[in-house]
């Protein structure tokens, strides 16, 4: 043996022109560091949080130049995605009708009923008076036709129309333990 390390190994391998085998290299040589770092030999220590390695110590997935479920996705794509899986198409989409409830019925009709809950084909609308109710009760089929062409069919059956909240007497300078209240109509 000389003193020359470099003469004992022999000829030096070929490389690559476009620098290839060198990222190669370094990706590797990276990549093994890593799990010695973390005291493993990439054996068998599951994956926790904040690990680089698969299940059960595989070695990570290096990613394409083709795009997989791995690489960043849009908001939008993943939103529509977790809607679907979560089943709740019908209520965002209900929901949807509550921000665009002025076109809908019209103007003059949303000055006065607002929509405040819907629940099994069935939405809750709140009028600021019973005159209100009234008249919302006599367009409610309307109203519902309308809904079931944005929504789809049968998406909404049932319009439970209500009149306005009652002044509440259960606080203040005239209100009496275990009293009715006053017992008139409000609207």
């Known amino acids: 043996m000389s003193a020359d390390p470099e003469k004992d190994a022999g000829p030096a391998p070929e ?3 476009t620098g290839l085998d060198l990222a190669r290299s ?22 926790g949080p904040g690990r680089r390695f698969g299940r059960w110590g595989e070695p990570p997935q290096a990613s394409g130049a083709h795009p997989d479920e ?10 529509g995605r977790l809607i679907d899986d979560q089943g709740w198409g019908t209520d965002v989409r209900v929901h949807g009708v509550f921000s ?21 084909a069935k939405l809750v609308v709140r009028t600021d008076s019973t005159a209100w109710a009234t008249q919302m009760r006599m367009l409610a089929p309307t109203v519902v036709r309308r ?9 909404v059956k049932v319009i439970d129309v209500r009149g306005p909240h009652g002044p509440s007497w259960k606080r ?3 209100s009496v333990r275990d009293g009715r209240g006053p017992r008139d109509t409000y609207g």
Not at 70 to 79: F, V, Y
Not at 148 to 155: F, I, P, V
Request: net charge negative; aromatic share 2%; glycine share 14%.
């Open 172 to 174: 203040g300078p005239r």
């Open 100 to 120: 665009r409830w002025d076109r809908i019925v019209g103007r003059g009709v949303a000055e006065h009923c607002r929509p405040e809950a819907f629940a099994e």
């Open 15 to 17: 490389h690559e022109e």
């Open 147 to 155: 809904l079931n062409e944005e929504l789809g069919d049968d998406t």
């Open 70 to 79: 791995r690489d960043p996705q849009l908001l939008d794509s993943t939103i």
């Open 26 to 47: 370094i990706a590797r040589a990276l990549a093994g560091g890593a799990s010695r770092r973390r005291g493993g030999s990439g054996g068998a220590r599951p994956a």
